[in-house]
């Protein structure tokens, strides 16, 4: 509580400590009185990472104004949601302030981010890494990804897959008259199975009956029509079960007799 009440009343300081900020502010004036007298002074760029979310081009152009006039900034953004990668790259009218803007701001806390400031030779800054930063950022939208994925019509689909068949003959044709011999299944190997299936489910979805194994089948009017139509059993039918005939029942019951009497007949003899 005591460093956020400190830092809200010293907001136009750089530092919290007074002396540091008394030389910061003369290096300042002397850089640009230096710029002022010299006219081949070149403008330098800063490298900017760890940019905490909620920073973008107007804030950081405002934050960075502190130290001498930003020229232009070009933030890293997604091309698909067009978020912030991130990392920045400001450039200041003279590049002697960016040296002392680099030196200051690298490893400052910023929102719970060390930011990585880094002083860019004007040798190796591209030629195109400023283009199209003054343009204003608009976000990014995808028509041809939602016109691919709309919901087609069975029509839409016959006409896209005849536009296909008709890609794939012409190249054909351009590999024979290329004397390339070179035969490939392609999209026309796909159309008959891809009718097989439809024709497969259409079937299998009409010849579906009550007697499936579903706990809980569908009545719909074909079935009751089936089931009127099939004749109802007027008689129970009787079960009848076959009994072995008495010559094997005799011949069973004889076989149990003797193996009783062969048992006794031992019992006996031990006795």
Do not use: W
């Not at 190796?124 to 016109?147: D, Q, T």
């Not at 994925?149 to 054909?172: C, D, I, S, V, Y």
């Amino acid at each position: 509580m005591a460093a956020s009440s400190v830092a809200s009343v010293a907001t136009p300081l750089l530092s919290l400590d007074p002396e540091r900020q008394r030389e910061f502010q003369a290096e300042v004036q002397r850089v640009r009185k230096a710029a002022a007298k010299n006219p081949k002074v070149r403008p330098g760029v800063v490298y900017v990472g760890h940019i905490p979310r909620g920073l973008y081009e107007p804030q950081l152009t405002q934050y960075f104004s502190q130290f001498g006039t930003v020229t232009r900034v070009r933030l890293s953004r997604s091309k698909k949601t067009g978020g912030s990668k991130g990392y920045a790259f400001v450039e200041f009218e003279f590049d002697e302030i960016a040296k002392i803007a680099a030196d200051t701001m690298n490893n400052y806390l910023l929102r719970e981010k060390l930011l990585k400031c880094e002083f860019i030779p004007s040798e190796k800054v591209h030629e195109n890494l400023f283009e199209g930063s003054e343009r204003r950022f608009k976000r990014p939208s995808h028509p041809a990804v939602k016109r691919y994925n709309r919901n087609r019509t069975a029509q839409e689909k016959e006409k896209m897959a005849q536009r296909l068949l008709k890609k794939e003959t012409k190249l054909r044709k351009r590999l024979a008259e290329k004397g390339i011999d070179y035969d490939f299944p392609g999209f026309a190997a796909q159309m008959p199975l891809i009718k097989k299936k439809k024709i497969s489910k259409s079937v299998s979805n009409k010849n579906a009956s009550v007697d499936d194994e579903d706990p809980t089948p569908v009545c719909t009017p074909t079935v009751l029509e089936r089931r009127q139509s099939q004749p109802e059993d007027s008689e129970d039918k009787e079960i009848t079960f076959k009994l072995p005939p008495a010559s094997a029942k005799s011949a069973l019951q004889k076989s149990k007799t003797a193996k009783l009497q062969r048992k006794t007949a031992g019992k006996k003899k031990k006795m």
